[in-house]
């Protein structure tokens, strides 16, 4: 585990200097460096984060198919939890608040984060486990924990960009008590804020895992 300690800020902007039109969306793939605006409530965080994507093994394939009620029983196993949404944020942009893991404009080959998107059956995920197995197997474009070396947090936390979406505890203000961070393998844009509140507990989906946390002790 890697020890995250700071001060959290709930709102923090950047100003933006690359704007892209995807669709009908608008996403950032640059800000002004060292031009952070914190605003919002402030939470002094001393967390132990898990260094790698459950099962925390480097070389090992990410856990996939978890709903927030299985990660969370999962960390609990092990004496641990799930990281909340606050912790997450700081072990991912760090002690100077940076948007990405590695610094202030999207770079594609440093983390796995720019796979094509692949059409999805997603009648599949309304059958039997194994089916559902089958096309998540299908799906399928992680990397083994650890393998982008250069997709690491300021506090050393591993692919938290890309891989898989990652189980959070959300904020008390948000709708379900579990969120989706970090985007995955087809998200490049994809920062360090920029949170998936939109899914119960129980969803889970061919891109789904998680990491956990502990209190130091």
Not at 111 to 123: I, L, P, Q, T
Request: hydrophobic share 30%.
């Amino acid at each position: 585990m890697r020890l995250v300690q700071g001060v959290h800020h709930d709102d923090v902007g950047h100003v933006c200097t690359d704007v892209r039109q995807e669709g009908k969306v608008e996403h950032c793939y640059r800000y002004a460096e060292h031009m952070t605006l914190l605003e919002g409530p402030s939470t002094e965080i001393a967390v132990c984060v898990d260094q790698y994507e459950a099962p925390n093994v480097r070389g090992a394939k990410p856990m996939v198919l978890q709903s927030y009620r299985s990660a969370e029983k999962w960390c609990a196993k092990r004496d641990k939890r799930l990281c909340t949404e606050q912790e997450w944020e700081l072990a991912c942009e760090g002690p100077q608040h940076q948007p990405w893991v590695y610094g202030w404009a999207v770079d594609r080959k440093l983390c796995n984060s720019a796979k094509a998107w692949k059409s999805v059956d997603f009648a599949a995920f309304d059958k039997d486990r194994d089916t559902a197995r089958k096309e998540s197997d299908r799906l399928w474009q992680g990397s083994t924990s650890g393998r982008y070396k250069t997709c690491v947090s300021p506090f050393g936390v591993v692919d938290m960009m890309g891989n898989v979406e990652e189980w959070v505890t959300s904020r008390s203000s948000r709708k379900w008590p579990g969120a989706l961070m970090g985007g995955f393998w087809a998200k490049p844009w994809t920062g360090c804020r920029g949170t998936n509140d939109a899914h119960q507990p129980t969803f889970a989906f061919y891109e789904t895992g998680f990491r956990c946390c502990r209190d130091p002790k």
